[in-house]
Each structure stands twice: as C-alpha cells, then as structure tokens.
C-alpha cells in the first residue's frame, strides 16, 4: 500500500540559484536549469552526500560531526518573500540575497509542509522535504549591504517563512517553468500527549 499521496498542489518554479562559495558571499547565481544529481547540485555549497553537523542539530550531535546530508538544497516560496518583504518594509525580497536553490510559487504555507513530503519535477526528479529552515544572520548581512539599516529585520520577519531544507530522492532535471507536485506522507498527525497503547486512559 503507498505510504506517499499524490495531491492536487502544485508549485511552479520562478527561479534557480547555486551558491559557490559561502565564505565569499551567501549570494546565490541565478540559473536556469539545474542537474540534479543524489549528491545534490554539483559546485553547490551545500551539495554532497555528507556535510558536518551545525548548529541545527547540535541536541543529537556534536559541531562538525559528519552526518547524512539533507540540507542539500534551500527552497523558498514566492508568497512567503513576499509577506517578508512587506514586514520589513521592502519593495522585495530576491531569493539570491537568502542563498537560495529554488523559488517555487503557487504551494501554501509553504514553509510548514510536513516533513518528508515530496515535490516531484517533470521527468520524475524528487527532493524530500526535510524540515523547516530557520531565519539566521547569514542573509541579514547581504539584505544589509542591498539596503542599509534593513538587514537586522529579516530575522523577525522571515520567522515561520523561510522555507524548507531539501534532499534528492531521484535523479534528473529542474528548470525554471517546471511545475512540481506535491506528495505527503499518508499518515494522521503525531498525537504524543494521547496515552501509550495498554496505558490506561
């Protein structure tokens, strides 16, 4: 039985990125078509099978301990720039300036789309929803030097808009135009406050 529901969502991408070189600069290139591959993008930052453990996971790991990648590509949702562009007073928000990989337009609430959903390109290409990516500083300083005295802002406003990080369950193809589909896990939601099976109630 699929454990995997196609839904009727869908999400067009307006936009590719690649970052080279995250120490030079957290601003992505634009590009209009990508291959993608299982160890991501190749000559992405944060392409590989592996990648040291940050910050995000530091409750199950060390700093710098080498853990399975999922974090091989950031995608951000149109809508979701745009309320963070208009709560911090901007005409914009550019997904480059975020370090990017993909803009998809057209999913709702975007950034809380449940853990292992799937987004599925044309040809069968498949990334795995992760989880939720959190606001940091990184894109706070390159916002900053777009616009001076904006950049401490972005923290506030991107909350619960950040979109979410992605890994590659199927080679292939992305281009910009591409629509991706919209898979969820078929399962109810985690009821951990409910008693234990046997327990009594």
């Keep these: 039985m699929p454990a995997l529901m196609p839904t009727d ?3 067009r991408i307006t936009w590719l ?3 080279a070189d995250r120490e030079a600069t957290l601003e ?30 530091l409750s199950q790991h060390p700093r710098n301990t080498v853990i399975r990648n999922v974090r091989q590509f950031s995608i ?3 809508e979701e720039l745009g309320l963070i562009a208009t709560q911090m007073g901007l005409e914009r928000i550019e997904p480059a300036w975020l370090g990017a990989s993909i803009l998809v ?10 853990p ?32 001076p005295g ?3 802002a972005f923290k506030a406003a991107a909350k619960g808009r950040r ?12 281009s910009v135009g591409d629509g991706l589909r919209l898979h969820i896990p078929d399962q109810r939601a985690w009821q951990g406050d409910l008693p234990l099976f046997g327990e009594a109630g």
């Excluded at 992505?28 to 990508?34: F, G, K, R, S, T």
């Design 150 to 152: 904006f950049g401490k």
């Design 76 to 78: 951000v949702s149109a």
């Design 28 to 57: 992505a290139e634009p590009l209009q078509e990508v291959a993608v591959g299982f160890a991501g993008v190749a000559g992405e930052e944060h392409g590989g099978l592996t990648r040291p453990s940050c910050s995000r996971v």
């Design 9 to 11: 969502f869908s999400g």
């Design 163 to 174: 979109g979410v990080t992605a890994w590659v369950e199927r080679e292939g193809r992305l």
């Design 105 to 114: 337009e057209g999913l709702p609430d975007f950034t809380h789309l449940p």
């Design 116 to 147: 292992s959903s799937r987004l599925q390109g044309p040809d069968g290409v498949t990334l795995v929803v992760d989880m939720e990516n959190r606001p940091c500083h990184l894109p706070a300083k390159v916002i900053e030097g777009v616009h």
């Design 17 to 19: 990125g690649r970052v």
